[in-house]
């Protein structure tokens, strides 16, 4: 996402932009930089040398140029791009517009303190205007075109850096991120950011929920958060009930979604109500799958708990229960109406959960773009402490690449399985391990296998493990194991098989991944060989 920040020049825009993205961990460009880099000379000479209107032209296609990236960047757009009414439709198309405002003092304070470190723009320059008048032209005749914003902060009296805390306070407890997802049955409309608990009611009786709601949970889950939810429902005037079931894997029966079936019968939930899952990946798990096979199929919306479930599990529709012959092998694509990713509940998630959930951020980042890898990089240890900014540009990421996904292939019969990335060796060392080791551990250690066997099939570079194993390392998440021997009958398994042939997604570079087939025995053996090195 990028967020473009405007207003008139000398307002301190290209003082905010680094600052507000160090508060995301996101990377922030200058624009006036951009066309210098691509014109080899300044902004000032292409003006002088070049007219205007070819610097105009540079500018608008310097800023068109800028491409598409789920990681987070900020735009100090300078102070002509946004004139052009097809540039602000750009920005508007890539992320939101940040106006800065600022008195007639402010801003010829600003330009006058430019033009001092431009002694070329002095009262000798031919091209010379006093501050003050070239700071009321300015206001005067672009009016419009800076209150054309989704936003606007009012920066007199406060420093850059007081500027940058508002804007990022405003995103992440205002504003948040809002993702459409595409699915078969209806769009699922994913809401990231502080405090959405409070109003998760609102949102469902915007979606046209009228009926009862069933609000499925875990006990530990319920006795934090179901109070909130359970308000927000009334408050709007929607019927609910509460009903619990048991955390984690062991909540992923097919004894407990009976047991939920006869909740939803004798407590009269209907087509015209749904299911509200509260909780982590695993309630989401069982409770959509109940919402699939229910009355044939009634409205649920998920409510995420964890970052495994803001991050990957809530997205997309997939819905199952565990058996003994392995894990998610019963389900059902259902699409949730909405996500309701409430970011704040975070705080009180378990270090290790926490870690867990980053393995599918990573995932996700390396199969978008290096841009997005290094944003990772960069707020990581951000993200485990807890820093909201960093959390949401986090989940964003992992979201809008999910959701880009699934939105061109809801029912997995191709794109959709890059999100496999990891989960061949992943689930099978989960359920080996009787799911001793978290989700999110064992997909870091399919991560590591499965770029280890692409090393050996000689489809990738070495660099691309030592890479994914740094950030491993920093999510405080495993590179290396014993496998158990049971590992090899759940690979064999797996439910990405056609025509009994194992399937795996191997990376060939960030941003570029493989399915392949009929992979050897010795090959398989190799990787597990490196993942097993001195564990």
Same mark, same amino acid.
């Given at each position: 996402?990028?967020?473009?920040?405007?207003?008139?020049?000398?307002?301190?825009?290209?003082?905010?932009?680094?600052?507000?993205?160090?508060?995301?961990?996101?990377?922030?460009?200058?624009?006036?930089?951009?066309?210098?880099?691509?014109?080899?000379?300044?902004?000032?000479?292409?003006?002088?040398?070049?007219?205007?209107?070819?610097?105009?032209?540079?500018?608008?296609?310097?800023?068109?140029?800028?491409?598409?990236?789920?990681?987070?960047?900020?735009?100090?757009?300078?102070?002509?791009?946004?004139?052009?009414?097809?540039?602000?439709?750009?920005?508007?198309?890539?992320?939101?517009?940040?106006?800065?405002?600022?008195?007639?003092?402010?801003?010829?304070?600003?330009?006058?303190?430019?033009?001092?470190?431009?002694?070329?723009?002095?009262?000798?320059?031919?091209?010379?205007?006093?501050?003050?008048?070239?700071?009321?032209?300015?206001?005067?005749?672009?009016?419009?075109?800076?209150?054309?914003?989704?936003?606007?902060?009012?920066?007199?009296?406060?420093?850059?850096?007081?500027?940058?805390?508002?804007?990022?306070?405003?995103?992440?407890?205002?504003?948040? =991120?809002?993702?459409? &997802?595409? !699915?078969? *049955? $209806?769009?699922? +409309?994913?809401?990231?950011? %502080?405090? /959405?608990? @409070?109003?998760?009611?609102?949102?469902?009786?915007?979606?046209?929920?009228?009926?009862?709601?069933?609000?499925?949970?875990?006990?530990?889950?319920?006795?934090?958060?179901?109070?909130?939810?359970?308000?927000?429902?009334?408050?709007?005037?929607?019927?609910? =009930?509460?009903?619990? &079931?048991? !955390?984690? *894997? $062991?909540?992923? +029966?097919?004894?407990?979604? %009976?047991? /939920?079936? @006869?909740?939803?019968?004798?407590?009269?939930?209907?087509?015209?109500?749904?299911?509200?899952?509260?909780?982590?990946?695993?309630?989401?798990?069982?409770?959509?799958?109940?919402?699939?096979?229910?009355?044939?199929?009634?409205?649920?919306?998920?409510?995420?708990?964890?970052?495994?479930?803001?991050?990957?599990?809530?997205?997309?529709?997939?819905?199952?229960?565990?058996?003994?012959?392995?894990?998610?092998?019963?389900?059902?694509?259902?699409?949730?109406?909405?996500?309701?990713?409430?970011?704040?509940?975070?705080?009180?998630?378990?270090?290790?959960?926490?870690?867990?959930?980053?393995?599918?951020?990573?995932?996700?980042?390396?199969?978008?773009?290096?841009?997005?890898?290094?944003?990772?990089?960069?707020?990581?240890?951000?993200?485990?402490?807890?820093?909201?900014?960093?959390?949401?540009?986090?989940?964003?990421?992992?979201?809008?690449?999910?959701?880009?996904?699934?939105?061109?292939?809801?029912?997995?019969?191709?794109?959709?399985?890059?999100?496999?990335?990891?989960?061949?060796?992943?689930?099978?060392?989960?359920?080996?391990?009787?799911?001793?080791?978290?989700?999110?551990?064992?997909?870091?250690?399919?991560?590591?296998?499965?770029?280890?066997?692409?090393?050996?099939?000689?489809?990738?570079?070495?660099?691309?493990?030592?890479?994914?194993?740094?950030?491993?390392?920093?999510?405080?998440?495993?590179?290396?194991?014993?496998?158990?021997?049971?590992?090899?009958?759940?690979?064999?398994?797996?439910?990405?098989?056609?025509?009994?042939?194992?399937?795996?997604?191997?990376?060939?570079?960030?941003?570029?991944?493989?399915?392949?087939?009929?992979?050897?025995?010795?090959?398989?053996?190799?990787?597990?060989?490196?993942?097993?090195?001195?564990?």
């Amino acid at each position: 996402m990028h967020i473009f920040l405007v207003g008139p020049p000398g307002i301190g825009k290209s003082s905010v932009a680094p600052l507000l993205a160090h508060h995301f961990g996101a990377a922030a460009i200058e624009l006036d930089r951009e066309i210098e880099r691509r014109a080899g000379k300044s902004c000032k000479d292409v003006i002088e040398q070049d007219g205007m209107e070819r610097f105009l032209e540079i500018e608008s296609s310097t800023l068109q140029k800028l491409a598409p990236t789920p990681s987070w960047v900020v735009v100090d757009t300078g102070g002509r791009a946004p004139i052009r009414d097809d540039n602000r439709a750009f920005m508007r198309s890539r992320g939101l517009i940040v106006g800065l405002h600022g008195s007639l003092d402010r801003v010829t304070s600003g330009i006058a303190a430019t033009m001092a470190q431009r002694p070329n723009q002095g009262p000798s320059s031919p091209w010379y205007e006093a501050p003050r008048d070239r700071a009321r032209k300015v206001l005067r005749e672009r009016k419009a075109v800076y209150a054309d914003t989704d936003v606007t902060f009012d920066v007199d009296g406060a420093t850059a850096g007081e500027t940058a805390r508002a804007i990022a306070a405003w995103l992440v407890s205002a504003r948040g =991120v809002r993702i459409d &997802v595409a !699915g078969p *049955e $209806r769009p699922c +409309r994913v809401l990231i950011r %502080a405090g /959405l608990l @409070d109003h998760v009611g609102s949102h469902l009786v915007d979606l046209g929920w009228r009926g009862r709601v069933a609000v499925v949970s875990d006990a530990a889950t319920a006795s934090r958060y179901e109070d909130a939810v359970l308000r927000s429902l009334e408050g709007v005037g929607l019927d609910s =009930v509460a009903v619990h &079931v048991p !955390g984690g *894997e $062991r909540g992923k +029966r097919l004894s407990v979604a %009976a047991r /939920l079936w @006869d909740a939803l019968a004798h407590e009269g939930v209907g087509r015209d109500g749904g299911i509200l899952a509260l909780g982590g990946g695993s309630v989401g798990d069982v409770a959509g799958f109940v919402a699939a096979t229910y009355l044939r199929g009634i409205r649920v919306a998920q409510v995420p708990t964890t970052l495994l479930g803001m991050a990957d599990a809530s997205i997309g529709g997939k819905t199952a229960i565990d058996i003994a012959a392995g894990k998610n092998l019963v389900g059902a694509f259902h699409s949730p109406d909405a996500v309701f990713a409430d970011i704040a509940v975070l705080a009180t998630l378990p270090a290790r959960q926490l870690s867990s959930g980053l393995a599918e951020v990573t995932k996700c980042a390396f199969l978008a773009d290096r841009e997005s890898v290094a944003q990772l990089q960069r707020s990581l240890e951000n993200v485990r402490a807890g820093d909201l900014g960093a959390i949401l540009a986090a989940v964003t990421i992992a979201a809008e690449v999910k959701g880009g996904i699934v939105s061109q292939d809801p029912r997995e019969s191709g794109l959709r399985e890059l999100l496999n990335f990891g989960h061949t060796m992943g689930h099978a060392y989960e359920a080996a391990s009787g799911y001793r080791v978290t989700h999110g551990e064992a997909v870091a250690i399919g991560m590591v296998y499965a770029t280890a066997l692409a090393e050996k099939l000689e489809l990738t570079a070495p660099t691309f493990r030592q890479e994914l194993e740094s950030l491993l390392d920093r999510a405080a998440l495993p590179k290396r194991t014993r496998l158990p021997n049971a590992v090899w009958s759940y690979v064999l398994q797996d439910k990405k098989a056609r025509a009994g042939k194992l399937r795996w997604i191997l990376p060939r570079r960030i941003g570029r991944f493989s399915e392949v087939t009929d992979v050897g025995e010795p090959a398989l053996r190799a990787a597990a060989r490196i993942v097993e090195r001195a564990a």
